[in-house]
């Protein structure tokens, strides 16, 4: 036993060492933003009626069909029913009332969600359409209101928040119908806690890829570096930031 703790303390301490270095005397939320460069625009293809609200393949779960919450929980307790607006067919964040996720944990997945953000442009930068997708509840694909609004460039729609800016900017206008593509692949952990491989996740916005075989580093935080932490099977997790953003037809489909 003695042997294999130095052992593991030989292992672990160079990689103590690298990570001090990197951590600044002071964080601030200043510390993590980058502004340059800054992804270029690209217009995506519009809506049509034959493509709008693509509707689920045969096998996939559907999380959200437009009709009601019931797969869907506050994600501060995972259990009392959410206090998101539902019309329309489709969910809105109600400012305030906190997170949501489904009931449902995953691991690997193809998950198709389509977002708008408000039609009425209110607010700059982050506070702009802001809301999230948290893979596993943990990793944020960002939701903003990025046409003609900038911010820091990892921290724009369809960027891995704070940590990988999108290749391009594919927003469509305020108040108009826009999707998510994406392929995530889970961390995988040894049964100390170690992280044997990274989180992975490509992402299509409006079919445009703005996200190609992205490592994960670790949790995306406001303030601060990522941190990685053992967990197994989680949920899609979505954001209250404030902003009356809106969901329509969520699907998963299991990999
Ligand atoms: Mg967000």
Redesign the pocket.
């Known amino acids: 036993m003695k042997h294999r703790i130095i052992f593991t303390a030989c292992l672990v301490a160079p990689f103590l060492s690298t990570f001090a270095q990197l951590q600044p005397s002071k964080q601030t939320p200043e510390s993590t933003e980058l502004w340059s460069p800054i992804p270029r625009v690209v217009t995506a293809g519009t809506n049509t009626p034959a493509l709008s609200g693509l509707t689920a393949p045969s096998d996939a779960i559907v999380l959200f069909d437009g009709k009601d919450l019931s797969n869907w929980v506050m994600a501060k307790d995972g259990v009392s029913a959410p206090k998101w607006t539902l019309q329309d067919g489709a969910m809105t964040v109600a400012g305030g009332t906190g997170d949501i996720q489904c009931k449902q944990q995953f691991e690997d997945f193809q998950l198709h969600i389509e977002f708008r953000t408000p039609a009425v442009v209110d607010g700059t930068g982050q506070g702009r359409g ?3 997708i948290f893979m596993q509840g943990i990793y ?1 694909l ?3 209101d990025n046409y003609n609004n900038p911010t820091y460039s990892n921290g724009q729609a369809g960027s891995i ?1 704070k940590q990988k800016m999108p290749l391009v900017n594919a927003c469509r206008k305020p108040g108009e119908w826009q999707s998510y593509d994406v392929i995530y692949t889970a961390p995988r952990f040894n049964k100390d806690g170690q992280m044997l491989f990274s989180p992975y996740i490509t992402v299509l916005h409006n079919g445009i890829i703005v996200q190609n075989h992205t490592e994960i580093r670790g949790s995306t935080p406001y303030v601060g570096l990522p941190t990685v932490a053992p967990h197994g099977r989680g949920p899609i997790k979505l ?1 209250d ?1 404030g902003n009356p953003t809106s969901y329509r037809n969520i699907w998963v489909r299991e990999l």
Do not use: R
Request: charged share 10%; hydrophobic share 20%; proline share 0%.
């Open positions: 802001n809301s999230g944020e960002q939701v903003l928040y954001q930031h």
